[in-house]
Nanobody, 123 residues
């Protein structure tokens, strides 16, 4: 599966953004799709993931309540709605996919990755 992330940009603290991740190729699977982020000089960290049906979601504890992951399988697209953005949310955001469902959130378990989209939040 090929993934194309978009929707990043430069915003101010408190603003919102919605990221999109369009999947193409072999998109039908029972696996999770997820979002990760990587800030300069830091390791890639988990943001959220969602099951194929959309019925199961999982978030990094620090982001619960501000970020919402969703998907539209008719468009083969996963979204990340980010509200009340803070400067510490500044990072490159990556979407990822795997072919099986699991609750875990380790980047190494996701086989397919998009190219990343930059989110910059100024104070």
């Amino acid at each position: 599966v090929q993934l194309q992330a978009s929707g990043g940009g430069m915003v101010q603290s408190g603003d919102s953004l919605r990221l999109s991740c369009a999947a193409s190729g072999r998109t039908r699977s029972n696996g999770n799709m997820g979002w990760f982020r990587q800030a300069p000089g830091k390791e890639r960290e988990f943001v959220a993931h969602i099951s194929w049906s959309g019925g199961s979601t999982y978030y990094a504890d620090s982001l619960k309540g501000r970020f919402t992951i969703s998907r539209d399988n008719t468009k083969n697209t996963v979204y990340l709605q980010m509200n009340n953005l803070k400067p510490e949310d500044t990072a490159v955001y990556y979407c990822a996919a795997r072919t099986y469902y699991s609750d875990d959130y380790y980047p190494t378990t996701f086989a397919s990755w998009g190219q990343g989209t930059q989110v910059t939040v100024s104070s």
